[in-house]
């Protein structure tokens, strides 16, 4: 039987496994949260954001688990990390996650949560070998973005960066940003997509920063009030 819980102790031997399930499963690991940072991280707030995670476990082994980050301000969620091992997948374990970190949002915040932010990497942007690197870990990016669509994310219609972690530094240019609305929506505000990703920049950017490179995403809109959201699996061929 499938359980899944949430990871409330620090010292949870279930925080080590999950780090382990993202080193299998993910094809740059090395762009994901490490485990020995997540047990600081579950002991109190990161500046304004909440910190949670959540496990799938089978026979007492952690099969699959979701990383995200709770937003007061904006009442809205991040998503670092959803995967679950590829012995599990077409179980309904991911959607099993998603539904439970819905409910973990609305009671971590208090309120309905709006929705859910996650940014992942771009089916046509990758390089050769990057797309090597994701069949040797038996992932493919369009199918990872058409699970992402069942689950009801979209594409939020706008050039998105990840500010920095790039070459040299630099913005890293790869990843798009999807969006799953509470209930099915055709747009999302642009208040609600600049005050989240500030919110989740500024732990590791510094307030201003983070409001720097949150209003440079929002003025990409063109002065519209809200962003389009878009098939998730658009660039991937059918």
Request: charged residues 20%.
């Amino acid at each position: 039987m499938i359980t899944i819980r949430a990871i409330t102790d620090p010292g949870d031997a279930a925080i080590e496994a999950f780090g382990r399930l993202q080193q299998s499963v993910y094809f740059a690991p090395e762009t994901l949260i490490p485990a020995q940072y997540i047990p600081a991280m579950l002991s109190g707030p990161t500046g304004e954001r909440l910190n949670v995670l959540l496990v799938a476990e089978w026979e007492g082994r952690v099969i699959g688990g979701t990383l995200f980050h709770a937003f007061h301000a904006t009442k809205t969620g991040f998503s670092s990390f959803l995967g679950v091992s590829r012995e599990h997948r077409g179980q309904g374990v991911a959607r099993r996650l998603h539904v439970a970190r819905f409910e973990a949002l609305d009671r971590v915040l208090g309120a309905s949560a709006e929705g859910v932010f996650i940014d992942v990497v771009s089916p046509v942007r990758l390089s050769a070998a990057e797309l090597g690197r994701e069949r040797a870990v038996g992932s493919d990016p369009c199918d990872r973005r058409r699970a992402f669509q069942a689950l009801g994310f979209r594409q939020v219609g706008v050039r998105y960066e990840q500010p920095v972690g790039g070459p040299g530094g630099g913005p890293v240019t790869i990843l798009d940003l999807l969006y799953c609305p509470r209930e099915p929506a055709e747009s999302v505000p642009i208040e609600l997509v600049v005050g989240t990703m500030r919110e989740y920049w500024s732990p590791w950017l510094g307030d201003a920063r983070a409001a720097r490179y949150a209003t440079e995403l929002g003025r990409r809109a063109l002065n519209n009030s809200s962003m389009a959201l878009l098939a998730a699996d658009a660039d991937c061929v059918r």
